[in-house]
């Protein structure tokens, strides 16, 4: 079953970090050997019309806010002296009615649950969704700390688009993934009406380019989700914000007469099954970016059967890629992990295509990179990001493209002078781990 391949990953993220599994999995209606869960028909059809309009109201009136400008959300209080406890219209009605699939047999008390952060997406079906982690924006931004929401949800308003990707990847801080390379992932292609949750510490975007995978796309339509993050505290302002008596009543206008119905409204959801699919060997390899700057492929089957529109994906190691980073001298988290990390780096020097540049290294990182204990960290950088990097070395824009290691545990370096071919490469770093490579003259 393919839900249960978490009881294998869970014990191993945990014993990392020292989480329990259901700290990892945050309880609610996720069992602590699943990872995600999906569900269809949860709203009633009248209700996906008017939610559709407060979308529409959403994307007119929504503001950037804070430090970096993030486009702010939406807190729904269900606990304290100004919880709300009757819906006011209808994307509230359907956050009541969701709330019971994320936390059914009374478990929302159980956990303790504060509230509901909401909002909409409205997206080109081939527009990506940068991959990510759902956290309190205020506090990562004025804080520099990762504080995470119990569970994470999406909510498909029409069904088109390319699917949600959810990977088995946490991180502690926000300036590394565990595992580095994912094991296990899902994609959930867009259904209208359908529901998903998910543990809210996990690693998750879209790729825009999936959307051709999706087989019961709908031509005309945008890709429409409503978001909805549960809570045991409360997400700091200016990012996560309560409604104002103004904007209920905007909300509630767009309602009118339906509000009247409310309490007739139920959920008829039916659990959506997760089928675990192979992997042929003629798949295409996706490239995806994750935080903080890194690029991984993945093995990506290229058709899929209609009916099965959440599917589990299991990933062996030639199946994968990565992580390959950028090298980029000016970002903080780059400098700090070219110089503390233990292992030696690989640099790719170039002056083209990043990803013409990444594909020259590609094989060496699934031999070298991709296990918990990786050999080499692999970089590419451009003279722009990594100008100093190329000095160092001595290296210009003739030499280019170029591979060097970096031993900045003890401080050597060395150059490959061979074409880069994927035997030229391998046979560079086994000489290195051999011990068998002369290192450059310091006078460089």
Sequence with gaps: MANKIAAVILPYLCSLFGYSQGQLVDSGGIEADELMRSFHDVLPEEQIPLILKDQKHHAETVQAMGKFSKLSTSWLPLRGSDAVKEPRFATEKAIFLLKELAFPDDSFDDVGIMGAEWWFQNRKVTD??????????????EQMRMVYPRISTVTYLTSSGSPTMIL?????????????????????FPRKNKHITFSGRLMHGVIGELHQLNAKKEKSEDRVTLLINWWTSTPIPPNCIPLTHNDVKAYKKISGHAVEDFQSWSSEATDGSITTVPIPSTSSFQRIVLPPVETQYYAIPDRYDPDHDTVHLQWSAKQKSGPIHELDLFKESTTHMVFNSVEPKVLLFHAGDVRDAEKLVLEASRKYSSGNKPQFLFYVGDQEKAGNAWEYFGVTERDVPKVVIHDTKNEKRYKMDTEITTKNLDSFLSKFLAKKLSPMREEL
């Design 128 to 141: 990506n969704i940068g991959f990510h982690y759902d956290k309190d924006e205020g506090i990562a931004s």
């Design 168 to 188: 088995d990847m946490i991180t502690p801080d926000g300036n590394g993934n565990v595992p580095q390379v994912a094991e296990d992932g899902y994609l959930s």
